[in-house]
C-alpha cells in the first residue's frame, strides 16, 4: 500500500512569512496527527484529526499554527508568521483508529532563518 | 497523557556487540508500546510494537523488546550489531486516547 505522502521535503523562509505543508495519509484511515520534531527532541504531537473534525488540538499554537483537514482524507498545516523556534521536522502520520498502528510520513523541515 | 524517559542519549557501540535501550514510562495503565528508528534525514520507521499477550516481541532485523509492566518499562536489545544500526531510536507510547508519546531519543552510534 502507498505510505503516508508529505510535501514539500525541505522548505526554509525568513521570520514572520507564512508556510503551509501538506499531507496525503494512507487511503482508509480515518485518524490523522501532525507532529512537531524540534532537533533533538522527540515528537511532539500538534493536532489530531478524525475524519474532518478535529480531536485534540490542546498543544498547537494556535496564534499561528492552523490546520485542516477538508472531506477527511488530505491536510495542510499552516504556519503564519513564521518564528524562529519553529525551525523543526514537521511529520504527518495516519492511523486506523485503533491505537495498534501509525504510518509516519517521511516530514517536511523547516527552517525559518 | 504518558511521559516517556529514554535513560540514555547517546550510546557508542562497537560492531557486533551487544546494545540496549532504557525506555521507562508513566503509567501502569493498560498501554500500547512502540519502539520507532529514525535513519538520518527519513521519517520515522516502526520497528517493533507490543499490543497484548507475549511481552517479548522481536523485530524482522533482530532487536527486541520487552514489556515489564511492573517496572513501567519496555527496553530495547540487540545482541550484535551492525554499521547500518546507526540510527536514532525513539520510544512510545500511547492508551486509551491513541495519541503517541515520545520519549527524547536515543542516538546510537556503531564503530567498525
Known amino acids: 500500500e502507498a505510505g503516508v505522502a508529505q510535501s514539500p521535503r525541505y522548505k526554509i523562509i525568513e521570520k514572520r512569512q507564512s508556510v503551509a505543508f501538506w499531507c496525503n495519509p494512507i487511503s482508509g484511515h480515518a485518524t490523522l496527527y501532525w507532529y512537531q520534531q524540534i532537533l533533538g527532541q522527540g515528537p511532539k504531537l500538534l493536532i489530531q484529526?478524525?475524519?474532518?473534525?478535529?480531536?485534540?488540538d490542546s498543544q498547537l499554537p494556535k496564534d499561528r499554527f492552523s490546520a485542516e483537514r477538508l472531506k477527511g482524507v488530505d491536510s495542510t498545516l499552516k504556519i503564519q508568521p513564521a518564528k524562529l523556534e519553529d525551525s523543526a521536522v514537521y511529520l504527518c502520520?495516519?492511523?486506523?483508529?485503533?491505537?495498534?498502528?501509525?504510518?509516519f510520513g517521511s516530514g517536511t523541515r523547516l527552517t525559518v532563518v | 497523557a504518558q511521559s516517556v524517559t529514554q535513560l540514555d542519549s547517546q550510546v557508542p557501540v562497537f560492531e557486533e556487540a551487544p546494545v540496549e535501550l532504557r525506555c521507562n514510562y508513566s503509567?501502569?495503565?493498560?498501554?500500547?508500546l512502540f519502539w520507532y528508528v529514525q535513519y538520518p534525514n527519513q521519517g520515522l520507521q516502526l520497528l517493533l510494537k507490543?499490543?497484548?499477550?507475549?511481552?517479548l516481541v522481536e523485530s524482522i532485523n533482530g532487536f527486541e523488546a520487552e514489556f515489564n509492566k511492573s517496572q513501567t518499562s519496555f527496553h530495547l536489545r540487540k545482541p550484535s550489531v551492525h554499521i547500518s544500526d546507526t540510527a536514532e531510536y525513539f520510544c512510545?507510547?500511547?492508551?486509551?486516547?491513541?495519541?503517541?508519546?515520545f520519549g527524547a531519543g536515543t542516538t546510537v552510534t556503531v564503530r567498525a
Open positions: 503509567s501502569s495503565v493498560s498501554v500500547y
Open positions: 484529526f478524525q475524519n474532518n473534525g478535529v480531536v485534540d
Open positions: 507490543y499490543l497484548s499477550g507475549s511481552t
Open positions: 502520520a495516519s492511523s486506523d483508529g485503533t491505537g495498534r498502528g501509525y504510518t
Open positions: 512510545a507510547v500511547s492508551d486509551y486516547d491513541y495519541k503517541l508519546s
